[in-house]
């Protein structure tokens, strides 16, 4: 619920980025599972909605990380229209953070950084999955898994070529804090350029 404190909390803030940082830090102390979980939204060629859960990896000044595999439909999409919009709901807190805008591909430093700190299963898993093609039967990628463990025996796994980072660079953010008689509170702040002023307004719930 909302409070008088959260309240000045938007008043002040002139950037968004922090007070997402707030709150997903909030988020990690009281969401029972994946405080991280968020709804990504793309579209393809023909601009036809597509949407589907990742996890949020990063959250900064230039944008908001997540991590996939470029051939995914996802990754298709992407190539096709490198936009985006993503929602994340904490029932925990009653809140709901939307973002919009352009993406970008991190560097590979970076995304070499990430896929390094990974569980050596889910490296393999990344190597093992041609994501959202056909699959013949659960066994065939069952075979793939085993033969990427084989081929990587107990050295470092590197970074499959198509798996990757992506940075939405939103140019608009909305807080929403969940308010009694659905009088919600939404908070927007919205930029023009990516290094633009940032402009907040509220708008009605
Ligand atoms: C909670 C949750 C988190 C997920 N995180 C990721 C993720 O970070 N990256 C990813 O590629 N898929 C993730 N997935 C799987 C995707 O939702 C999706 O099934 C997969 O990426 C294929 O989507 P696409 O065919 O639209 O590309 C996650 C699923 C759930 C339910």
Known sequence: MLTGLETRDFAAASEPFSLF??????AQKSEPNDPEAMALATADANGLPNV???LLKGIDSSGITFYTNSESAKGRELQANMQAAAVLHWKSLGRQVRLRGPVEIISAKE?????ASRPRQSQIGAWASQQSRSLESRFALERAVAKYAAKYGFGEVPRPPNWQGYKIVPFYLEFWAEGTFRLHDRIVFRRHTELGAWRQERLYP
């Open 21 to 26: 940082q707030s709150w997903f830090d909030a």
């Open 52 to 54: 589907r859960m990742v």
């Open 111 to 115: 995304s070499d950084e990430y896929f």
